[in-house]
């Protein structure tokens, strides 16, 4: 038996943040980061909260790590919430999830019945609906994705114009997260005709409105189908699982701090090839992943009259993506430290194949791989 839950309800489109007026007489922590907050996006949002006392806390920093989640619990006791809001990218969502798991814990307070809202201000990790959150321990430079159904947002608000003062680098990065989670949980080991539904929409709306959002970040329909992908990837892999894309950019992003997005970006085509096996055949046919790639380079519209082909095209249609929103193909070009990353390979192919996302890969993953694909990024 597989479960396809939807609990988490979305409001989407312009205007969805006017959801908020509905929250009566509460004591309401928003949760953000100091930049959000110089931006006035919390005050925006506290606008329409026209009946609640309102706080704010915005220490969270980007891969938020142990200690933002502790500064967020005191500020949570210091204004005895009742509702959370969390507004801001995959980072604050992810803080404000562990706060309010956290609060449950040492103040002793009922959280599950307590309202939470997630108003992401970024297109990319669909946290406003998983069960998900990615705390960091900066002194062992882990990720550890976080996973309870307690975490899951019971309001999501997509409104377009909060991403729009996204920088372009900030929405490549991000719309390339929904790009991987999509394409994993697409042949992951738990996939389903309902998360396939929603995989084969997000790819198409990514490779469709990405660019567009790039280059032009008013171009509030590019926006808001980049929002609305963000969220159905999110359901996606809530349902069906990652794979080793995401398990090896949680552990190079949390030793080298590159951006999540990005790193699963810089990935991507290395691991479709990877999951595609093309070297093998198994009784006149190429894996499931292979076969499911083809079908996903079909919905695209790319030339795909065998999977050799539909494979090859897709891989290619993901480097063109990376190359035209200024995704760099490799750990050299990123800038990074390649010497520091040779040092670290051990720790790194460790943590990649701990990590909880490489569990649900559909080709099953070994040591040789990770270094693999690992020396093909480097550069
Ligand atoms: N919970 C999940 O299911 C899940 C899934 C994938 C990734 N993640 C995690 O989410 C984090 C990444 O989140 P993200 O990609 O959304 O980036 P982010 O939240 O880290 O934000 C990146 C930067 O963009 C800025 N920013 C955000 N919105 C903006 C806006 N509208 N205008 C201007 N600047 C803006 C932020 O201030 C920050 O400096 C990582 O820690 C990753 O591991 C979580
Ligand atoms: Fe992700």
Redesign the pocket.
Known sequence: MQEFNVSTKVYFGEGALERLRRVEDKRVLIVT?R??NQ?G?PERVASFLTRCTVSVFDGVV???PIEVVTAGVEAFRDCGAQAVVAV???????AA?AIREVAKKVLDVDTDKMECFAV???S????EV?D???I?DRERGL?Y?LSSRALRPMVAILDPE??????PS?TA??GM?VLT?ALEAYVSTGYNDFSDAMCEKAVSLVFRFLPLAVADGNDLLAREKMHNASCMA?LA??SAGLGVN?GM??AI?GKLHI???RINAMLLPKVLAFNADLATVHKGEYCVAARKYQRMAKVLDLPAPNVRLGVTNLIHEAEKLNRKIGIPATLKAQGADLDKVKEMKEELVAAALADATTATNPRPVEAAHVEKILAEIMG
């Open positions: 980061d930049f959000m931006l996006v980007p891969d938020p801001g990218g995959g980072s604050t969502i992810d999830k992401p201000t970024t990319g990790t669909g946290s998983t998900y959150a990615v960091t990720k994705p909060l991403t729009v003062s996204a920088p900030v990065d991000a997260d989670h999110g892999f809530n995401h950019a949680h992003g951006a999540h997005g």
